[in-house]
């Protein structure tokens, strides 16, 4: 029998439509959102670094970015880094299983292999696949996220199509001494913990976390027709260590180290009584000098490495990957006062792939030029970057980004833009024996968006509102076929069109908050105007906290319309609505007591033909903060 799914897309439309009540909202500030971190809007305290790779005040930002902080992660009580992006506006996730299986992220409709990951601004992702290994990026080890959306190859190079998310880690700051650790247990057998020690001073800062994870997981394939059926549990292990420090040599200068590992072994079924399973491996370091020379102008010098290795262990025997990036930074600032600011960088990138099978090549460098300018003038905003690739493989490219916004009022905002973004082959495409094509050429993409803001505080409640829509074409893109003859390799063919719109908000009243995010979309081949697999036209969500003294509870609704398994649109993934309750309760001397409950009411849906996706499930335990 096939895995019953959710097939009623009344349902998903009514729970959306439910979700669309509250988007007159948006968000306030990191301390008081809703339990799930769903929409940070760019209002809350601090500044952001992605949208244009120096800091930026969140509440003057031109291009569409949400950030997750440290605390949100822990309300959420998310078990997984796709779990907490699958609540994220504009974010929808595939995944072949549990938490520990593989992943990925579809950013504004955009492909799984079309959005850049960095880890303390190094690269991760394997340059053989093409993708991010995502579920072996442990939630723990986790400070902050910001999420970019939109091509942005004008600021981080190849491979921005959708955009970019940006995962710091762990680090000591703003106190002389810190320490955690939490530990929990929940359904399948899965327990978790984590342990770290941290501290700052003047001069300098430190930081050590180290966490682990297993879960015996659930059979991800359960229909006896699937190929791939093996009636047994799929669980996984994983374990990191993630070390930062930073030290002020003199006024002004400073070096600093971040350091992560983790390690991640994922059974999966394969069709076989073998116990399948992939051993993946994610290392990220950088050392960074940040000097600041004047008032006027500061420099960052970095080189740092991401290394993406797995090793697939399955009847046939083994089959391992690696790849290297090492990356070096020479990135300028400089304060025009009057005149705005100015950031210019030169990049280097170096890729390395290894693996048993026979390629041609196994390496490639891209050398890079990136300038962005900022200015603001009374109710004006300007931003534009410009940037060039030049790669050993396939030559150079330039990529550009404009956005402007008008402040009309001191509740209303208006922002607008355009941009353009190009996607490197990866190996496999180009020289995987028999299956590729050195002749490929990169992907490219360009469009436009605009947003409306809304702001205002008022007494006892904060709301914020704002409404996005987008526009980009894929050219080029890369599609594996089969002639007449049988010959199937990858071929530059096929286009795409990415458009829609975003509705985020959230409302803070004393000690309730409510925030949402619904997405109108329609990410589909531009020549048969079918959608692009596993992306809805229509997905979103809704939390609502309550403070009941030392306690707060939360309730939260994940919906999505249907979806297709396949290019053809033939293979259909209903649509599904599922609501995850939480719970924290706050104890004497930094001790908090939290239980989460996903899909509470058992719906059975699919992120990927085939696969379940676990049922109702229930995580509890402690944490303790010094």
């Not at 292999?113 to 990026?137: H, K, M, N, Y």
């Amino acid at each position: 029998m096939r895995l019953p799914v959710v097939r009623n897309a009344s349902l998903a439309r009514a729970s959306l439509a439910v979700a669309s009540l509250c988007l007159a909202f948006s968000s306030v500030s990191a301390q008081s959102l809703a339990p799930a971190p769903l929409a940070t809007v760019a209002t809350l305290p601090g500044v952001v670094v992605t949208a244009a790779r120096s800091p930026q005040p969140l509440s003057e930002l031109l291009a569409d970015v949400t950030v997750i902080e440290r605390d949100e992660i822990e309300r959420s009580g998310a078990q997984s880094l796709a779990q907490l992006l699958q609540r994220q506006p504009g974010v929808e996730i595939q995944q072949f299983g549990g938490a520990g299986a593989t992943s990925g992220v579809f950013l504004r409709g955009a492909n799984t292999a079309q959005t850049v990951v960095l880890i303390d601004g190094v690269r991760t992702g394997s340059a053989t696949a093409g993708t991010p290994t995502l579920e072996a990026i442990p939630i723990e080890q986790i400070e902050r996220i910001e999420i970019l959306r939109g091509p942005a190859s004008s600021l981080y190079g190849a491979d921005a199509i959708g955009g970019v998310i940006q995962v710091f880690t762990r680090r000591g700051e703003g106190r002389a001494f810190d320490a955690n650790a939490s530990i929990g247990y929940g359904t399948y057998n899965t327990s978790a913990a984590a342990l770290g020690v941290a501290g700052s001073s003047p001069t300098s800062r430190y930081s050590l976390q180290l966490a682990g994870r297993r879960s015996d997981g659930f059979n991800a394939v359960v229909d006896p027709a699937n190929f791939n059926y093996d009636p047994d549990r799929d669980g996984y292990r994983i374990g990191s260590v993630n070390a930062s420090g930073a030290v002020t040599v003199a006024n002004g200068h400073e070096l600093s180290l971040d350091y992560l590992r983790s390690r991640l072994d994922s059974e999966f079924d394969a069709g076989d009584a073998f116990g399948d399973r992939t051993v993946s491996t994610l290392q990220n370091w950088r050392v960074a000098s940040r000097d600041r020379w004047t008032e006027q102008w500061s420099t960052l010098l970095a080189v740092g490495q991401g290394r993406d290795e797995s090793v697939s262990r399955t009847g046939f025997g083994d089959a391992p990957f690696r790849t290297d990036q090492t990356q070096y930074l020479w990135q300028n600032d400089f304060q025009l006062r009057a005149l705005g600011a100015l950031t210019l960088a030169l990049e280097r990138r170096e890729e390395r792939a290894s693996t048993d099978v026979a390629f041609a090549v196994t390496g490639r460098d891209t050398n890079s030029v990136t300038a962005v300018y900022q200015v603001a003038r009374d109710a004006h905003s300007l931003q534009a970057n410009l940037r060039y690739d030049d790669s050993s493989q396939f030559g150079g490219r330039t990529t550009g980004a404009l956005l402007y916004g008008y402040r009309f009022s001191p509740q209303w905002r208006v922002t607008v833009g355009g941009s353009t973004a190009f996607r490197a082959p990866t190996f496999n495409d180009l020289y995987y024996p028999d299956f590729s094509n050195p002749n490929l050429q990169p992907e490219k993409a360009g469009g436009g968006e605009a947003a409306l803001h809304f702001s205002t505080r008022m007494a006892d409640v904060a709301i914020d509102a704002s409404a996005t829509g987008w526009y980009t074409r894929v050219r080029d893109l890369i599609v594996f076929g089969c002639d007449a003859n049988f010959v199937c390799i990858p071929n530059n063919v096929a286009q795409a069109t990415l458009q829609g719109a975003t509705l985020t908000g959230a409302a803070n009243w004393r000690t309730t908050s409510l925030q949402g995010s619904i997405t109108l979309q329609d990410p589909v081949d531009s020549d048969t105007n079918r959608l692009l697999p596993r992306r809805a036209r229509t997905h979103g969500s809704i939390a609502l906290r309550q403070d009941v003294g030392a306690a707060t509870l939360g309730a939260e609704l994940v919906a999505s319309s249907s979806r297709f398994d396949d290019v053809d649109n033939r293979v259909r993934l209903g649509g599904y609505a599922i609501v995850n309750l939480t719970a924290e309760w706050r104890l004497p001397r930094g001790i908090t007591l939290f239980v989460r409950g996903d899909n509470v009411f058992d719906g059975d849906y699919e992120l990927a033909s085939g696969y379940s996706s676990g049922g109702a499930r229930v995580f509890g335990g402690v944490r303790w903060q010094l």
